[in-house]
């Protein structure tokens, strides 16, 4: 099952965001879960500068084959101008969990 699932990340900068950009995701069955994870605070620099923001961090779990359309679809419903969107393959895990992602997000 290796290399069939990607866990992917996106800051947000409050949880009303985060919420409905998850339920926009679950809606298109585009991902099987997202946790939504509080009190995170994002060091980075934009337009020259460092800047320093609490933001929440959503861990998605999905197919790898949807991470276009996820990142898409956070591309187009985020209000910042360039959100994040960084994925990772999943190489191991409980397989009735990995299983259960197959059954929730459809390939097609």
Same mark, same amino acid.
């Given at each position: 099952?290796?290399?069939?699932? $990607?866990? !992917?990340?996106?800051?947000?900068? +409050?949880?009303?965001?985060?919420?409905?950009? !998850?339920?926009?995701l679950l809606d298109k069955d585009l991902v099987a879960c997202v946790n939504i994870i #509080?009190?995170?605070?994002?060091?980075?620099?934009?337009?020259?500068?460092?800047?320093?923001?609490?933001?929440?961090?959503?861990?998605?779990?999905?197919? !790898?084959?949807?991470?276009?359309?996820? $990142?898409?679809?956070?591309?187009?419903?985020?209000?910042?101008?360039? #959100?994040?969107?960084? @994925?990772? #393959?999943?190489?191991?895990? +409980? *397989? *009735?969990?990995?299983?259960?992602? @197959?059954?929730?997000? *459809?390939? +097609?």
């Amino acid at each position: 099952m290796s290399g069939l699932y $990607s866990a !992917a990340f996106v800051t947000c900068p +409050n949880k009303d965001t985060a919420l409905k950009l !998850a339920r926009g995701l679950l809606d298109k069955d585009l991902v099987a879960c997202v946790n939504i994870i #509080p009190g995170l605070t994002s060091v980075y620099k934009w337009e020259g500068k460092v800047e320093e923001d609490s933001e929440v961090l959503m861990m998605i779990k999905t197919r !790898a084959s949807k991470v276009p359309d996820v $990142s898409t679809y956070v591309r187009e419903n985020h209000p910042y101008d360039v #959100p994040e969107v960084i @994925s990772v #393959p999943i190489e191991g895990g +409980n *397989p *009735p969990y990995l299983q259960w992602i @197959s059954d929730t997000v *459809p390939e +097609n």
